[in-house]
């Protein structure tokens, strides 16, 4: 089943977040990741992360370095501390939204 790009959209922030809270990435990999973490429901597309990404180092949540591994030359994002601050804001607002969400359609046990 394919998941509504509405839905994606506003949850792209705290996935990017949570993959770089775990180890420094860099673009493809995330894709990769989010592919395997989620059995292939999320799919991350350059046009989409790379936005998001620049939008985030903008804000100063993430930062860029560039490291060479294998003989490749490779941009990596790392998390900064501001960006775990954020993280940790974005996660209580999702639990929020699920709660929320959930007593609604009848999920939650209420």
């Known amino acids: 089943m394919k998941i509504n790009k509405e839905l994606m959209k506003g949850s792209t922030v705290i996935l990017i977040l949570t993959l770089l809270n775990r180890k420094d990435m860099y673009g493809y990999e995330m894709t990769k990741e989010m592919e395997v973490h989620t059995d292939g429901v999320f799919t991350l597309k350059e046009g989409t992360l790379y936005p998001i990404l620049h939008t985030l180092e903008a804000e100063k949540y993430v930062e860029a370095y560039w490291?060479?591994?294998e003989g490749r030359k490779r941009k990596y994002y790392r998390i900064?501390?501001?960006g775990k601050a954020e993280l940790g804001l974005k996660k209580e607002e999702w639990q929020l939204f699920r709660s929320t969400v959930e007593r609604v359609i009848g999920e939650g046990g209420v």
């Open 67 to 69: 490291d060479e591994k």
């Open 80 to 82: 900064t501390k501001s």
